[in-house]
């Protein structure tokens, strides 16, 4: 099996917020929880829990995005 991208999960504590997923996108997250918890052997109840670090690694890989952030904070005055 290939390695997934993602690790285990930190249990932080969360801020709530309600997203509305297509049907398809939670099969797929359902899907991955199982594939991630045979990889390493954690757990995981609850699918949606994957959203989060997913996103982080999503922010943290984007070149575009870590280019117009660096962008910007340069631009902005210092206080």
């Known amino acids: 099996m290939s390695k997934l991208k993602l690790g ?3 249990d932080e ?8 997923l297509p049907a ?3 099969r797929d997250l359902v899907a991955y929880a199982d594939a991630l918890a045979r990889e390493t052997g954690q757990p995981i109840t609850e699918p ?3 959203i989060v670090p997913m996103l982080e690694r999503f922010i ?4 575009g995005f870590a280019k117009a952030r660096r ?3 340069s631009a902005s005055p210092e206080a």
């Open 24 to 26: 398809t996108l939670h």
């Open 13 to 20: 504590k969360p801020v709530k917020t309600t997203v509305e």
């Open 48 to 50: 949606t829990k994957l």
């Open 60 to 63: 943290a890989t984007d070149r």
């Open 71 to 73: 962008s910007h904070q």
């Open 8 to 10: 285990p999960i930190v």
